[in-house]
Nanobody, 115 residues
Framework: QVHLVESGGGLVQSGASLRLSCKDSGLTFSAYNLAWYRQAAGMERELVASISMAQSTTYAESVRDRFTVSRDNRQSTMYLQMNNLRPEDTAVYLC?????????WGQGTQVTVSS
């Protein structure tokens, strides 16, 4: 049974840093493309960053140069290092694992950035 669990969220001030983690149990982790999404209250879910099985990465323009996505397949964990956080980064952050038609989501971790 697949179980993606996010952690590392919290309440921080503008300019602070956080590191989110997404740990898997039940997947052949290395065989999946991974991504971080976020959803702010009343807004559509948006893609923040992705990392492929081959370790290639993409970022939303709004987080480029501030966020870094990485993965450790041996630990079955994906990370999102978030620096210079802004109030507009406030959202629930969710991890996603996808392989072909198979897709899994975590429950999310709340990130709140105060000004």
């Amino acid at each position: 049974q697949v179980h993606l669990v996010e952690s590392g969220g919290g309440l921080v001030q503008s300019g602070a840093s956080l590191r989110l983690s997404c740990k898997d149990s039940g997947l052949t982790f290395s065989a999946y493309n991974l991504a971080w999404y976020r959803q702010a209250a009343g807004m559509e879910r948006e893609l923040v960053a992705s990392i492929s099985m081959a370790q290639s990465t993409t970022y939303a323009e709004s987080v480029r140069d501030r966020f870094t996505v990485s993965r450790d397949n041996r630990q079955s964990t994906m990370y999102l290092q978030m620096n210079n956080l802004r109030p507009e980064d406030t959202a629930v952050y969710l991890c996603n694992a996808r392989k072909g038609s198979h897709e899994f989501w975590g429950q999310g971790t709340q990130v709140t950035v105060s000004s």
